[in-house]
Nanobody
Framework: QVQLVESGGGSVQAGGSLRLSCVAS????????MGWYRQAPGKQRELVAI???????NYADSVKGRFTISRDNAKNTVYLQMNSSKPEDTAVYYC??????????????WGQGTQVTVSS
């Protein structure tokens, strides 16, 4: 019913930058919160950053000052600009969205994940 498609993952050296994108498509009445989570091998999935449709963003302490989340509501797209990358940022990054779908039901959706690898 709703699909989230991520792009922009890959490999980068420590200190480098990457930009992740995620587009939501399907039977969408409204996209509420959008965000990014990540899961490193052997670890639980954790919040990276989240951005409501209106209001302030929220970041994990580990990425504050380095990552920036933004969104384009007209395109139902969320971005994650990753600067000053560290090896510990290596993980599969998942796009998340809470979407209002017919008949006015809010539901959570996830992307398929995109690998980010930061080498030292």
């Amino acid at each position: 019913q709703v699909q989230l498609v991520e792009s922009g993952g890959g490999s980068v050296q420590a200190g480098g930058s990457l930009r992740l994108s995620c587009v939501a498509s399907g039977r969408i009445l409204r996209v509420n919160d959008m965000g990014w989570y990540r899961q490193a091998p052997g670890k639980q999935r954790e919040l990276v950053a989240i951005i409501p449709s209106g209001g302030s963003t929220n970041y994990a302490d580990s990425v504050k000052g380095r990552f920036t989340i933004s969104r384009d509501n007209a395109k139902n797209t969320v971005y994650l600009q990753m600067n000053s990358s560290k090896p510990e940022d290596t993980a599969v990054y998942y796009c998340y969205a809470n979407v209002l779908v017919p008949p006015f039901t809010p539901s959570d959706y996830w992307g398929q994940g995109t690998q980010v690898t930061v080498s030292s």
